[in-house]
């Protein structure tokens, strides 16, 4: 699986942004896609995960009720709503992927994009 992801860019605190990674590959639809962020200076952290056929989403704590995970399979394409940012949420964000069902931990996904710039000022 290649994975691209697209939609960062720079927002006033409050803003909107819609995040998507593009996958190649004939198991897209049987993956787990997840995004994570990394600030400077910080380790990369859990922001979203989407099961295969987007019955189950998990969030982490700071981005519950502001961000929403999506697919669609048809498309290839995972997205991140993300609704009232913030300047903490100023990071490179990356989308990954793995077979089988998703986890929170960076390590356990075999497959990243590129990283997008998402950039919150206040």
């Known amino acids: 699986v290649q994975l691209q992801a697209s939609g960062g860019g720079l927002v006033q605190a409050g803003g909107s942004l819609r995040l998507s990674c593009a996958a190649s590959?004939?198991?897209?639809?049987?993956?787990?896609m997840a995004w994570f962020r990394q600030a400077p200076g910080k380790e990369r952290e859990f922001v979203a995960a989407?099961?295969?056929?987007?019955?189950?989403?998990d969030y982490a704590d700071s981005v519950k009720g502001r961000f929403t995970i999506s697919r669609d399979n048809a498309k290839n394409t995972v997205y991140l709503q993300m609704d009232s940012l913030k300047p903490e949420d100023t990071a490179v964000y990356y989308c990954?992927?793995?077979?089988?069902?998703?986890?929170?931990?960076?390590?356990?996904?075999?497959?990243w994009g590129q990283g997008t710039q998402v950039t919150v000022s206040s």
């Open positions: 590959g004939r198991t897209f639809s049987r993956s787990a």
């Open positions: 989407i099961t295969w056929n987007g019955g189950i989403t």
């Open positions: 990954a992927a793995r077979g089988g069902y998703y986890y929170t931990r960076s390590l356990d996904y075999a497959y």
